[in-house]
């Protein structure tokens, strides 16, 4: 159940994420939704969109390496 939870918690930002870049090129086609007043507007809500999905599931990904040891951290030294 609780890997059923996770994967529904991944497949929402994603969704989100596709539906992002199809905002995009349907503004770059001249295809405006009723909802969204013209290109630029659509363009922009799209990419906002298409971060939003791509931060969460890096950020996820990231945080699941580095609980299991796989990220190295990096050492900075004083010169």
């Given at each position: ?15 989100l ?14 295809e405006?939704?009723a909802?969204?007043i ?10 906002i969109?298409?971060?939003f999905?791509?931060?969460f599931i ?16 990096k050492?900075y030294?004083?010169k």
């Amino acid at each position: 159940m609780i890997r059923f939870i996770a994967a529904a918690i991944l497949f929402i930002p994603g969704i989100l994420g596709a539906f992002g870049i199809k905002l995009m090129r349907d503004a770059v086609f001249n295809e405006v939704y009723a909802l969204l007043i013209n290109e630029g507007i659509q363009f922009v809500v799209g990419l906002i969109l298409f971060l939003f999905g791509l931060a969460f599931i890096g950020g996820f990904i990231y945080h699941r390496d580095k609980k299991r040891n796989l990220v190295k951290e990096k050492e900075y030294t004083e010169k």
